[in-house]
């Protein structure tokens, strides 16, 4: 197991590495070059600048996340050869400069999303939650809701030329099954994995955040089903997942200590976010992003940590989102304080299983 941090690059961050260096136990940083628009080629030059810089202040460089996939490779379209050309080319790339694991999402139109990006807990800190009923009627609406939560930061997985094209988006994909997506999954994973088998880079998926449907889109990666189905799509340890607790669990429905135990035993999971969440209303789904800790969440942390060492896990792992404390302000869900307590919780649970 290695533990790391996301960072998201000196232009787009104030939080420096050199106070990442200083979380105890922190070894990796999670990096990604967010002004690269979505399908471009990732240049040598900057990825080895970023590396650079990473390795100059004393951390590594093995985990992107995330070079985003195309919209018209979600979608199918003729175009897809292209970009996936270039997805190609960008895994060749990054190999070159040692990056052993890609993150990436199969979500239609817009990535990860919450309809409170600063909910505020009773020990006055704040976090991301959501509430299904407080989901606005529009998908642009909700565009709008979280561009003004973003406190003036980019959102991963939010692309400005993505979203500039939603209407076009949602009615191209209202004829869009998730069998149909799952089709166009395959076909760019059976494209890529010889590339990555060739060059030795892990891809790894994340979970449908939320795992099922909004605004009526298309989702493939919602449960242990769909994630058995993708293991097959392609049999390779190339093809992996990036095990998202907090996604995978935010659907009570799923067992995400099972679906962690039995994919890292079969040898899929090269990257794992690790997080709790607090249920308001189960029956909703409702809930808020918790601290790391188990009793503040409904997620059993030690349970996870142990899925992942009893099974064999050496993977990388991150914190996911934490809260904003002790008068911090910056990107939601990406500060420094509530990140750097929830890695050092983890890698408390993990030498406690190491000793047992
Ligand atoms: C949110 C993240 C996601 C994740 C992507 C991976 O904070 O967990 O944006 O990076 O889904 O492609």
């Given at each position: 197991m290695e533990m790391t941090f996301r960072w998201y690059g000196a232009n787009e961050e104030k939080i420096k590495l050199s106070d990442i260096r200083q979380i105890p136990g922190c070894k990796g940083i999670v990096g990604t070059?967010?002004?690269?628009?979505?399908?471009?080629v990732w240049p040598k030059a900057r990825i080895k600048a970023l590396k650079e810089e990473i390795e100059a202040a004393g951390l590594t460089l093995k985990v992107i996340e995330s070079v985003n996939i195309h919209e018209d490779i979600k979608m199918g379209v003729p175009s897809r050869d292209k970009w996936i050309e270039n997805y190609k080319t960008t895994i060749r790339n990054l190999a070159e400069f040692g990056i052993e694991v890609i993150c990436y999402n199969f979500m239609p139109v817009f990535d990860w999303l919450k309809t409170d990006l600063d909910f505020k807990l009773a020990d006055g800190s704040s976090t991301l939650s959501f509430v299904t009923k407080d989901l606005p009627a529009s998908p642009e609406e909700l565009i709008q809701n979280m561009a003004d939560g973003a406190e003036g930061f980019s959102l991963p997985g939010w692309e400005p030329e993505r979203l500039a094209q939603c209407k076009a988006l949602f009615d191209f994909y209202k004829n869009i099954s998730d069998d149909d997506l799952r089709a166009n999954f395959k076909y760019f994973i059976e494209a890529i994995i010889p590339t990555c088998e060739e060059v030795g880079v892990k891809m790894a998926c994340h979970p449908d955040d939320p795992p099922y449907s909004v605004f009526g889109l298309p989702r493939m990666v919602k449960n242990r089903d769909d994630l058995d189905w993708m293991m097959n799509a392609v049999d390779s340890a190339f093809n992996g997942i990036t095990l998202c607790t907090g996604s995978i669990a935010e659907?009570?429905?799923?067992?995400v200590v099972a679906i962690l135990a039995e994919f890292t035993k079969r040898g899929r999971i090269p990257f794992a976010h690790v997080r709790n969440i607090k249920f308001t209303d189960v029956a909703a789904k409702d809930f808020y992003e918790a601290p790391h800790l188990s009793s503040d969440g409904s997620l059993d942390m030690y349970a996870i940590m142990q899925a992942l060492h009893d099974n064999g896990f050496d993977g990388y792992i991150r914190p996911d989102h934490g809260r904003m404390i002790w008068g911090e302000t910056g990107r939601p869900g990406y500060g420094l304080y509530d990140r750097a307590l929830g890695l050092t919780y983890l890698n408390g649970l993990w030498e406690a299983l190491e000793k047992k």
């Open positions: 070059l967010m002004d690269i628009p979505v399908g471009e659907d009570p429905a799923n067992d």
